[in-house]
């Protein structure tokens, strides 16, 4: 049996079917709300990236502190996703019923790095002993920020703690902290190995990568919001992370990623 319809025509006509199908998905796309931890901004912005090329979704960040934006969700703001520095405040908010509890994921698990802008002054722990040329310290703060936790663990950890209790710099925030180090405004810093690492190189300056074994792990989770306004397309970025792109995306910046 032969096809009565002239080849030309049906090709128009899949070509008609693929380019409406692809203006349907873009007019579905919708725009999500994300709060994320400030050491996770920077990869946050390359796989909203690679999500929009993807999915057509559009990605809003807001980067802040770990603390300050939980405080901001209890407190109503409008986030679709959280991405926290730590495990503890995104299951603090499945707890207290403000975000869905099967959407919890470990996106990216960080290093803690002891960071100077000066190329010869970090070469490992003994820079924290008080005879080290380090006079002024910046550590995020500790109360809002994991990463700054975890630095007065290690500080604890190697009998330092004491000593360096007046000779600190905080900051609101690991960006902050980041700030006050490449300024100069503070000799060196406990900073996010994405903020001086790339693809495993340092990009400037002296550090020492900080074993784990020091502090606990900075394992970084994501939860979507109950009162988000895209609950479907966050659960496609949800998703997403899962994927061996976003992975390869997460350890270019200095992370490790776990298996699902």
């Known amino acids: 049996m032969f096809n009565s319809k002239p080849r030309g025509l049906q090709l128009w006509l899949i070509f008609v079917f693929v380019v409406a199908t692809g203006f349907s998905n873009r007019i579905h796309a919708e725009q ?14 390359a796989l909203a990236s690679d999500f929009t090329e993807r999915s057509g979704h559009q990605v809003s ?45 470990t996106v990216a698990i960080g290093q803690l790095v002891l960071w100077s802008a000066d190329p010869e002054l970090i070469a490992g722990p003994q820079q924290l002993q008080p005879d080290s040329a380090i006079s002024r310290l910046a550590i995020a703060n500790p109360k809002s920020a994991p990463y700054g936790a975890a630095a ?28 006050y180090v490449s300024s100069g405004n503070a000799t060196a810093g406990f900073v996010a190995a994405s903020q001086v690492y790339h693809h495993g190189q340092l990009t400037s300056g002296s550090a020492w990568l900080v074993p784990e074994s020091l502090h606990q792990p900075l394992k970084q989770d994501a939860v979507i919001i109950n ?31 776990q298996s699902h």
């Open 32 to 45: 999500i709300r994300v709060a994320v931890a400030a050491n996770f901004y920077r990869p946050m912005q």
């Open 61 to 105: 960040l807001s980067a802040g502190s770990t603390g300050k934006l939980y405080a901001q969700i209890i407190n109503g703001a409008p986030f679709d996703v959280f991405i926290a520095a730590d495990q503890a405040r995104p299951k603090a908010l499945v707890d207290n019923g403000r975000a869905k509890a099967a959407s919890q994921l």
């Open 152 to 179: 007065l663990t290690v500080m604890e950890h190697l009998g330092v703690k004491d000593y360096w209790s007046s000779r600190l710099v905080q900051g609101q925030n690991i960006s902050h902290t980041y700030q």
């Open 227 to 257: 009162s988000a306004a895209q609950p479907q397309a966050a659960v496609e970025l949800l998703n997403y992370f899962r994927s061996p792109a976003a992975k390869r995306i997460i350890e270019s910046f200095g992370y490790q990623t």
